[in-house]
T-cell receptor, first 113, second 112 residues
Framework: DQQVKQNSPSLSVQEGRISILNCDYTNSMFDYFLWYKKYPAEGPTFLISISSIKDKNEDGRFTVFLNKSAKHLSLHIVPSQPGDSAVYFCAASAGYNFNKFYFGSGTKLNVKP | SQTIHQWPATLVQPVGSPLSLECTVEGTSNPNLYWYRQAAGRGLQLLFYSVGIGQISSEVPQNLSASRPQDRQFILSSKKLLLSDSGFYLC???????????FGDGTRLSIL
């Protein structure tokens, strides 16, 4: 049973426009959320995180939004650049089991020049 | 700065052969260590985690085992590989609870 879902396997965006990647979760106990970026043949790289006490966290071109009532997480990339083309994973954990992160299946972002 | 090393990058093994994948972390002490597997088209599945030397927690029953013989060394093993063990294996570390995990570059394991 997947507790973290990324329903869009791929997304294509024009350079300079906004990329919005979405993630849904089912476990209301999740209180820490992360986004990772992965290039082929490399391990995922941490991008940005958010705690459940916030609804928004911003780091440069990357902003993560958390809607707890909808159990929905999104990553906004503005402006998108060709170097952002990669697979993006969202992940979540619950404070009672802080060692276990549940990952989505990933969304492949293609930013066209 | 902290670095994580994982090897080999690719591995082709026959069914029934043993396995040993090694992961080491530098630049930190007493890290939390993790082994994940990514099957094709799937997310990352946590296999094992360790909060200290000799302390291993298994998340899913399987044909694999993990060991932590030293503070910054994490090993994934199998006595007899199955076809279903094929996948992309990732080692990760984190400094403490609810901190981002940092991943190695992974091992692509193919079982023939």
């Amino acid at each position: 049973d997947q507790q973290v879902k990324q329903n869009s396997p791929s997304l294509s965006v024009q350079e300079g426009r906004i990329s919005i990647l979405n993630c849904d979760y089912t476990n209301s106990m999740f209180d820490y959320f992360l986004w990772y970026k992965k290039y082929p043949a490399e391990g995922p790289t941490f991008l940005i995180s958010i705690s459940s006490i916030k609804d928004k966290n911003e780091d440069g071109r990357f902003t993560v939004f958390l809607n707890k009532s909808a159990k929905h997480l999104s990553l906004h990339i503005v402006p998108s650049q060709p170097g952002d083309s990669a697979v993006y994973f969202c992940a979540a954990s619950a404070g009672y089991n802080f060692n276990k992160f549940y990952f989505g299946s990933g969304t492949k972002l293609n930013v066209k020049p | 700065s902290q670095t994580i090393h994982q090897w080999p990058a690719t591995l082709v093994q026959p069914v029934g052969s043993p396995l040993s994948l090694e992961c080491t972390v530098e630049g930190t002490s007493n890290p939390n260590l993790y082994w994940y597997r990514q099957a094709a088209g799937r997310g990352l599945q946590l296999l094992f985690y360790s909060v200290g030397i000799g302390q291993i927690s298994s998340e899913v029953p399987q044909n694999l085992s993990a060991s932590r013989p030293q503070d910054r060394q994490f090993i994934l093993s199998s006595k007899k590989l199955l076809l279903s063990d094929s996948g992309f294996y990732l080692c990760a570390w984190s400094p403490s609870r609810n901190q981002p995990q940092h991943f190695g570059d992974g091992t692509r394991l193919s079982i023939l």
